[in-house]
């Protein structure tokens, strides 16, 4: 069974449940159909939804690359985190509304899609793989702050969480690509 | 015209061809170009802030544009040899979609204004280097910076919904 034949699938299953329902109420709504009616509305929602992932994935470069020892080397782990980890959860909360607005625009598109699910558990992972990372930074950050890229684990979880990041917006473009 | 035999000769390519074609070569290629635009506009923004002095105030200037810039410079490599792969693709159709052309004109824009603020502006970096206010031409270079940027996002989203309409 090849990768797509298990999206098709996972779609076939969707079709089966009732977020079928949910999705053909979302799209009668007012709200939908305004969004619906707007051919700007969806490419401005979009290009919002890439700039607040551009400041998130920026400021999760900026924290984890210093963590890897490839840039801030000026700065302690404790500066540099104070400077960016905020920007990471505004720009997640910027990134959340967006998405919203993408699936009440288009209902279908997204909630009776595969791959749409496959990164709503990519992020869901994302957020607490970050929230326990950032736990267990915050409780070692002083005294780890110059040995900390000697730590194998440390460094692990830093090339993790952006390649998590990546992962993410490769499923968030192919959403428009998958078999609905 | 000449030009317009060179994008239908992209496109007619092997290369071309096969990208328009595949099923997953198009989609992969713009997923990397969209998590290199976005190390792109992530990382200069950080940058343009700072000269706009509204974050990072206790970072000196010079090294936060050495802390950026590698990964700026890295991003954009990868924005701009996937961006040439999506355009060989449909060469003719972009060259006609005058969302594509703003998109190039924002580059543009966007390039000659780092290359005036590291040409002039930069000159005197020594004098502000530390400031937490910074000198009129490098507010205008970090404002002018995101407005471009911004730009360059919006008409690229654009583009995917307007391909088919010009021909």
Known sequence: ????????????????????????????????????????AIPIIQTLHILALAAAFGSVLMINLHILGLTGKSRTLTQTVKRFQPWIWWSLAVLVVTGIGMIIGEPIRELINPIFWIKMGLVIALVLLSLWYNAALSRNMVQWDMTLRARAGVRFGAIGLILL???????????AYAPV | MILGHLWESLQASSLGTYIA????????????????????????????????????????????????????????????ITGLLLFISKATNYMANPYFLAKMAMLILAGLNMAVFHLITWRTVKEWDTSPIMPTGAKIAGALSLFFWLLVIFFGRTIGFTLGIYE
């Open chain 2, 21 to 80: 074609e595949s099923a997953w070569a198009f989609p992969t290629i713009e997923s990397l170009h969209v998590i290199a635009i976005v190390t792109v506009v992530g990382t200069v923004a950080v940058m343009d802030l700072r000269l706009l002095g509204l974050t990072s105030r206790d970072y000196a200037v010079t090294v936060m544009s050495r802390d950026t810039l590698t990964w700026t410079w890295l991003g954009f490599t990868l924005a701009a």
């Open chain 1, 165 to 175: 990041w990546c992962a993410i917006m490769f499923a968030g473009r192919w959403i």
């Open chain 1, 1 to 40: 069974m090849s990768f797509s034949d298990v999206l098709f699938a996972f779609t076939e299953w969707l079709r089966t449940t009732p977020l079928v329902e949910t999705a053909l109420s979302i799209s009668e709504h007012p709200l939908s159909l305004l969004i619906a009616s707007h051919f700007w």
